[in-house]
């Protein structure tokens, strides 16, 4: 038999019934969100559920995915894990700075500054 070497706190979690009032939904429907791997959840010994408050707003992503697009829950998590890797390459791409292009490509400022030009050169 093993035992942890120590406790973990869970008091920044929700547990299943909290998790579901607090997303509008069945116990059973959060369950199976959980099963699917469209939520995180931690189990304790004694089989409960712990969610993340946070994870009520991925909640109201996959209803909103669903509800908008008609997407079974498969086709939900791959939309989720494909808006999640473009957030963090916009914020990647953020951290760039603005004066260093990409290989061949003009920054902003060269775009403006070649859209004035050519608009003095056509007459604008």
Do not use: C, K
């Not at 429907?29 to 991925?58: F, H, K, M, N, Y």
């Amino acid at each position: 038999m093993t035992y942890p070497l120590a406790r973990r706190s869970r008091a920044h979690l929700l547990d299943l019934d909290t998790f579901a009032a607090r997303a509008r939904l069945h116990p059973e429907l959060v369950r199976r969100l959980v099963a699917l791997g469209l939520l995180e959840a931690e189990r304790d010994g004694a089989d409960v559920l712990w969610l993340a408050p946070a994870q009520v707003a991925t909640v109201a992503r996959i209803q909103r995915l669903r509800a908008g697009f008609s997407l079974n829950y498969a086709a939900v998590g791959l939309v989720l894990e494909l808006l999640d890797r473009i957030d963090e390459l916009q914020t990647a791409l953020r951290r760039v700075p603005r004066h260093h292009g990409l290989a061949g490509t003009p920054t902003t400022d060269q775009t403006m500054t070649d859209q004035t030009t050519t608009r003095t050169y056509i007459g604008g």
